[in-house]
């Protein structure tokens, strides 16, 4: 079955770098688009960045310039890469695959930045 498995999160301080991975399997990984998520409490749920197949980035006016997906197709992982973090960046963030609502969430993993 598709499964999301998200890593790397941390507790880091403003300013701060961090790097997340997702382990992604059950479907052929470059054939879709994906997406990073993540949600803060009392948040709905959103989408920061995305990568179609070929790689083509898109992201939120809040990260753009700060953080930079990417993935590996041959070893179907994404990855988040987040730099100059701030207070408001702390979330738990998810991956999957974009518009497959059927899609189950993985875990998550939890960001917080603090001082």
């Known amino acids: 079955q598709v499964q999301f498995v998200e890593s790397g999160g941390d507790l880091v301080q403003p300013g701060g770098s961090l790097r997340l991975s997702c382990a992604a399997s059950?479907?052929?990984?470059?054939?879709?688009?994906m997406g990073w998520y993540r949600q803060s409490p009392g948040k709905q749920r959103e989408m920061v960045a995305s990568?179609?197949?070929?790689?083509?980035?898109n992201y939120i006016d809040a990260v753009k310039g700060r953080f930079t997906i990417s993935r590996d197709n041959d070893q179907n992982t994404g990855y988040l890469q987040m730099n100059t973090l701030t207070t408001e960046d702390t979330a738990v963030y998810y991956c999957?695959?974009?518009?497959?609502?059927?899609?189950?969430w993985g875990q998550g993993t939890q960001v917080t930045v603090s001082s």
């Open positions: 059950g479907f052929i990984f470059s054939r879709y688009v």
């Open positions: 999957k695959r974009v518009g497959s609502t059927l899609d189950v």
């Open positions: 990568s179609s197949s070929g790689g083509v980035a």
